[in-house]
């Protein structure tokens, strides 16, 4: 097979083992090949064959070789043999195969149509072929650059591609042929024009609104989807051509009308492109006239409109085409609508309330304008509701000297709404609320300020009257008096003797608290006010001050304290120290001044421990309890004497009788005060508490009280 890598030159060369030869060269040329047969055979007659056909004689001689040179043209490809005669019979030779291959041609791409113009759906075929070159031959069709197929021939003859043709088709084709020899070959181009019929026209009205209006300038489209250009356009108006048009894409044309009142109707469009004529579907065409500003009326009851009353808003525009719809409006919120199928105005009627008030407007539009009304104010007059009536106060309890609020407030009601305070229907005060709302009465609180509370509001509609509201006015309590009520002028031991203490002043209910000597006796409720008494049992312990408290939640005030003496209470007592004096008695002011160091000693000695003394509690007797036992009493201290000592000082002597409070871890005692080594405990009497006593080492470097 040869190849154009095997041009040059070739030779051969023979050898029998006789003899060698080696052939001239030989060259090959344009697809000619110069070949050279031999053979070598003694004395025989010589033939050579291509394909059983004969080529060339050569006559016999004796023991010399035989050869026939040819030029071989592209198409003697195919087998060759010789053969020898010698007289006794012909010999053939094995066959030799010679493949000679030729490039291909320019090939030459022709249509079945001789115009090169088609109608849409046509069968075309499209032929190639090359005037030579060795088969097997590849042909290769193309439309515009994009492969459309391929087929390969053994043989000559070329390859045919065929289809049906679309308004695609339409552009350039051309192919390509190549062998196993050459590169491949591309034809010349070759149009095909695919005539399209033009589909029904589409007619679109183009205009600067939804609805056509007298003096809209508007533009009818005409355009088909396929059609092959040039198409003739043509614009129709109830049978009646307005315009043609000539266009050579598939973009359409258009038609521009001014609107007149005589354009409504109907209208349609043609497309031709010579292969067919298509017409559009009929378009209605309505041109339409705006409608005038609207007129807005109210048609009311009465000329003051009050709630409750039913009114009749009415909408109309003069001039329009109809159907014209009317909205209704209060307040830039829909209220509803209503349609005029042939013209003329329409109602929206409602019932009135405190939320209309305000501005009214309505809208006609006929879907080619809207207009708008001017504006009407409705004012609806509202009769006042009840007022409410609130005391905003400084604390949840008033006090006397709080400052009040009155504050009357009616939460409907058109305005201006005049209020009125009372107190006890006794009036306080006027407020003018011009604006609606509320208003307030302010009070300094006195005593005299409890009681029921009420306002009226009136908007000269109607006159409403608050809810009463109870007003209690508390009042701190003053400062109570103590009075003490005995059976005689001088008290003594066993009488019953009454506590009484009472405010003069001051809110129910009042705590009362009674006192002896700053300790408590007991407590009593006087829930409606006045006073409270507490009674006593008198004892030996009872002499000393009394005071009481009073509280009404607003502060405890505390009486001036009462002393009370209760006489009879001397009793002799004899002991160690009372056989010892040695003085005589001191008089009756020397005695009192003896009590008072005593007890200014002992006041002193138990502040020492008073304050790290638990045992300091307030009482938890029974206040009805005729005789108080709880709380430490003390005794006047009888006798009292005084002496000298050896250093030349006084001692005071006496004794005591003290009562401890009962509890757990103590109990009742009685000591005697003899500053001796046998005392235990001396108690004070002042606070109640104890203080230990000093011991018998003590007593000798003691100092004693002056």
């Known amino acids: 097979m040869v190849k154009a890598s095997d041009a040059g030159d070739y030779y051969c060369e023979v050898n029998n083992s006789h003899r060698s030869f080696t052939s001239q060269l030989v060259p ?19 033939s ?14 004796p023991w010399k070789e035989r050869s026939a040179s040819i030029s071989l043209p592209a198409e003697h490809s195919g087998n060759y043999y010789c053969t020898a005669d010698n007289g006794y019979g012909p010999q053939r030779s094995e066959a030799v195969r010679l493949s000679i291959i030729t490039p291909v041609s320019r090939p030459i791409l022709t249509l079945s149509t001789p115009k090169g113009q088609v109608l849409e759906g046509t069968w075309v075929t499209l032929h190639c072929e090359v005037q030579r070159g ?4 590849l042909y290769k069709f193309y439309h515009e650059y994009i492969p459309l197929g391929s087929s390969s021939t053994p043989s000559a003859g070329g390859a045919s591609f065929g289809f049906s043709v679309t308004a695609e ?9 190549e ?17 399209v019929p033009v589909s029904r026209p589409i007619l679109t009205c183009r205009s600067p609104r939804a609805q056509t209006v007298v003096g809209d300038v508007i533009e009818l489209h005409c355009e088909t989807l396929r059609g092959s250009p040039p198409i003739l356009y043509k614009f129709y108006h109830e049978d009646v051509m307005l315009e043609s048009s000539t266009t050579h894409s598939r973009r359409g044309t258009s038609f521009r009308v001014s609107l007149t009142a005589e354009h409504s109707g109907n209208y349609f469009c043609e497309a031709s492109n010579g292969v067919q004529t298509q017409r559009s579907d009929t378009m209605t065409l309505s041109v339409t006239i705006p409608v005038s500003r609207p007129v807005l009326t109210l048609r009311a009851p009465r000329e003051q409109t009050v709630e409750g009353d039913m009114v009749e808003l009415y909408c109309e525009a003069l001039r329009g085409s109809p159907p014209i719809l009317y909205n209704f409006y209060h307040e830039d919120v829909t209220l509803g609508s209503s349609t005029a199928p042939s013209g003329g105005g329409m109602s929206f009627r409602f019932s009135l309330t405190a939320k209309h008030s305000g501005n009214y ?20 007059t509202i009769p006042v509701s009840r007022p409410v009536l609130t005391l905003r106060a400084p604390r949840e309890q008033t006090v006397e000297g709080d400052m009040v609020e009155l504050y009357c407030e009616a939460l409907r009601g058109s305005p201006p709404i005049q209020y009125k305070f009372y107190h006890e229907d006794i009036t306080l005060g006027s407020s003018t609320a011009p604006s609606g709302g509320g208003a307030s009465f302010n009070l300094s609180l006195t005593a005299e300020h409890s009681g029921n509370y009420s306002c009226v509001a009136d908007n000269a509609l109607e006159i409403q009257h608050s809810e009463v509201v109870t007003l209690n006015v508390t009042v701190p309590v003053s400062h109570p008096v103590l009075t003490l009520r005995t059976p005689r002028a001088q008290a003594v031991v066993g009488d019953e003797v009454e506590l009484h203490c009472e405010a003069l002043r001051g809110s129910s209910p009042i705590l009362y608290w009674f006192y002896h000597e700053d300790v408590t006796l007991g407590n009593s409720l006087a829930p409606s006010g006045g006073g409270a008494s507490f009674h006593l049992s008198l004892t030996a312990e009872h002499s000393g001050n009394y005071s009481c408290e009073a509280d009404n939640g607003l502060g405890a005030q505390r009486s001036e304290a009462v ?22 008695l001191l008089s009756g002011v020397s005695l009192v001044a003896a009590a008072l160091l005593l007890h200014s000693w002992f006041s002193r000695k138990a502040g020492q421990q008073a304050a790290s003394d638990p045992s300091r509690c307030s009482s938890g007797s029974n206040p009805q309890d005729p005789t108080y036992h709880n709380v430490p009493g003390w005794v006047e201290l009888q006798p009292v004497y005084m002496n000298v000592n050896s250093r030349g000082e006084d001692v005071v002597y006496s004794e005591v009788w003290c009562v401890q409070k009962k509890n757990k871890h103590s109990e009742t005692c009685a000591h005697n005060l003899s500053m001796d080594k046998d005392s235990s405990v001396i108690y004070s009497k002042v606070k109640g508490t104890s203080i230990p006593a000093p011991g018998p080492q003590q007593l000798a470097s003691l100092t004693p009280h002056r």
């Open 179 to 195: 062998n196993s020899f050459s590169s491949s070959q591309r034809s010349e181009a070759v149009s095909l024009s695919v005539l």
């Open 28 to 46: 090959s040329s344009h697809g000619r090949f110069a070949v050279k047969f031999r053979a070598v055979l003694p004395g025989s007659g010589i």
């Open 134 to 137: 060795s088969p097997p031959i």
């Open 361 to 380: 407007f309505c809208e006609a539009s006929n879907g080619v304008q809207t207009q708008r009304s001017n504006t009407m104010t409705l004012s609806v």
């Open 563 to 584: 002393t009370l003496f209760i006489t009879g209470l001397t009793e002799s007592r004899s002991g160690p120290v009372a056989s010892g004096i040695t003085g005589g």
């Open 169 to 177: 088709h339409s552009g350039k084709y051309y192919c390509t042929a």
């Open 48 to 61: 050579f064959f291509h394909e059983n056909v004969l080529l060339q004689e050569i006559g016999a001689r």
